[in-house]
């Protein structure tokens, strides 16, 4: 037989028997949302930074696609070649890339500018990522690098 109290009739013992506090639930709950929300950020940050640092690197890599000197072309087949040498190629990289404002990318280098092959110009940029908000998960900066190949073709 179960023994109530005045004032409890109706209730059950045994759901009164587990009681607790839903606070630490809703802290850890907090918490990880918060962990989540910075991880999501930085990373789209991450991959903003990297598609910039891209396109940078493709319109470094054409502006010295088009060093050709016009002297040197010669005609292969039903193309015009343009000949590129990578002394030019790094010149118009250099001179492209003064023209970038120093605020876009974070300790911005040009590590390489050349033609493999006499006929494409290879870019190599690498710049430092900074994460937008702070947290001990995640890294504060990271070095990022994009290579693009770019040439002219001349019809």
């Not at 590590?111 to 110009?121: H, K, L, M, Q």
């Not at 690498?126 to 504060?140: N, Q, V």
């Amino acid at each position: 037989m179960i023994c109530t109290l005045p004032g409890e009739r109706g209730r059950n013992p045994q759901l009164t028997a587990e009681r607790g506090s839903i606070l630490p639930l809703v802290a850890g709950a907090m918490a990880l949302a918060v962990a989540v929300t910075l991880g999501v950020v930085s990373a789209t940050s991450l991959t903003i930074e990297r598609h910039r640092l891209v396109a940078l690197a493709e319109a470094t890599a054409l502006r010295g696609a088009e060093s050709f000197d016009p002297a040197r072309l010669r005609r292969s087949g039903s193309e015009v070649v343009a000949p590129l040498e990578s002394s030019r190629v790094a010149d118009a990289a250099l001179g492209f890339l003064r023209g970038v404002p120093e605020i876009s990318h974070h300790e911005l280098q040009l590590i390489r500018a050349d033609t493999p092959d006499g006929r494409r110009a290879r870019v190599v940029l690498e710049a430092t990522w900074r994460a937008p908000l702070w947290s001990e998960f995640l890294p504060l900066s990271l070095p990022i690098q994009a290579e693009a190949l770019s040439q002219s073709v001349i019809r």
